[in-house]
């Protein structure tokens, strides 16, 4: 595997997807690539720049999965404990046989408020909103009736389950175990823990500086328009956090060194617990792929005007990240690399 190799991989992969945001690529101390594309705002075409700090979505799992496990880690609750032995609020219709070990691999079977398999298009997400205004999502609490009253899909540990709802009691843990929101909870252990400068939760009608705004393509009007009305208003527990490609360095860097955990917690964490498909696995809030002797740690998220991915390659210490604020699929990208990084 020659660096050469992957700058060519991600500079054809870039002219062939015209990306907005930010890419890089790591190894030990060395950074290997790392450009940033497009504008993080687009009417007043003010450029994204290595330090911008650019939505994750569903990348938040492993922050909050990260939290979970630290919190495990100082011996506050085990993987195999009752959430409902956990939480404060009333879980109605939730199996009472759940643990967080079925939330964290997405196991539980519980009812989804944002079910993606039910989802024809991206725009039925739309129809949440209209009971329930994306100005209002700002509490963890708020989620719950959404969720709470669904029926049970399948047996807890039966079978992998993509669930939002999961990650959304994941994070009603930690409030109920650190009497802390769970944003803040994020930002004293995670965020300000391994001096991450460019990571938050942040509302989305009032971004700090050097905050991209999200962009996706209005067929009707044919133009661009900002991602603000289809997204809650602050980020919870199963999406939301704004980061930026350094951040994510250190990130991965700190769960290496066991700098948020011990080495048997992270032990756990990538073990591949779950088979999702061929080569493919799930660990403790983090996927895992695994074929002709490769193997990457990874993170995904997507929604709209965001598209995301990092990665940690064990076998040759090699971080890659991309943070998109449009609609271009990143994971393609992943899927690149993997083939080429050994």
């Not at 205004?133 to 540990?157: A, I």
């Not at 705004?213 to 133009?223: H, R, T, V």
């Amino acid at each position: 595997m020659k660096e050469k190799q992957i700058i060519d991989t991600i500079c054809n992969w870039n002219r062939n997807n015209d990306f907005s945001g930010v890419i890089s690529v790591s190894k030990e101390k060395e950074l290997i690539f790392q450009e940033a594309y497009g504008y993080r705002n687009k009417p007043e075409k003010l450029l994204n720049n290595v330090n911008t700090k650019i939505a994750i979505a569903s990348g938040t799992k492993l922050f909050t999965a990260l939290a979970i496990c630290k919190l495990i880690d100082k011996g506050l609750f085990s993987l195999n404990d009752r959430i409902c032995d956990l939480i404060d609020q009333d879980l109605k219709t939730i199996n009472k046989k759940v643990t967080v070990f079925h939330l964290l691999t997405h196991t539980s079977g519980i009812g989804d408020y944002l079910d993606e398999d039910l989802l024809v298009e991206q725009f039925d997400i739309l129809k949440l909103y209209e009971n329930h205004p994306v100005h209002k999502w700002e509490s963890l609490s708020y989620y719950l009736p959404m969720f709470n009253e669904l029926p049970q899909k399948f047996n807890p540990g039966e079978h992998f389950d993509y669930s939002n709802a999961g990650f959304i009691l994941l994070g009603l843990i930690i409030e109920s175990i650190s009497k802390n929101t769970y944003q803040q909870y994020i930002l004293q252990n995670i965020i300000s823990s391994l001096g991450l400068l460019h990571t938050g939760f942040y509302r989305m009608n009032n971004l700090p500086e050097n905050t991209a705004i999200g962009y996706l393509y209005n067929e009707s009007l044919k133009e661009f328009e900002s991602n603000v009305l289809y997204m809650p208003i602050m980020g919870g527990s199963d999406g939301g956090i704004f980061t930026s490609a350094s951040d994510l360095e250190k990130l991965w860097k700190g769960i290496i060194s066991n700098n948020i955990f011990s080495e048997k917690m992270k032990k756990q964490i990538f073990e591949k617990h779950i088979i999702r498909d061929e080569c493919k696995y799930y660990g403790l809030g983090i996927y895992i792929r695994e074929e002709l002797h490769r193997k990457a740690y990874y993170a995904i998220g997507v929604d709209f005007g965001v598209n995301f991915f990092t990665a940690y390659f064990p076998k040759c210490d090699i971080i890659a990240s991309a943070l998109g604020n449009m609609e271009k699929n990143t994971l393609t990208l992943f899927q690149e690399l993997f083939l080429l990084i050994k």
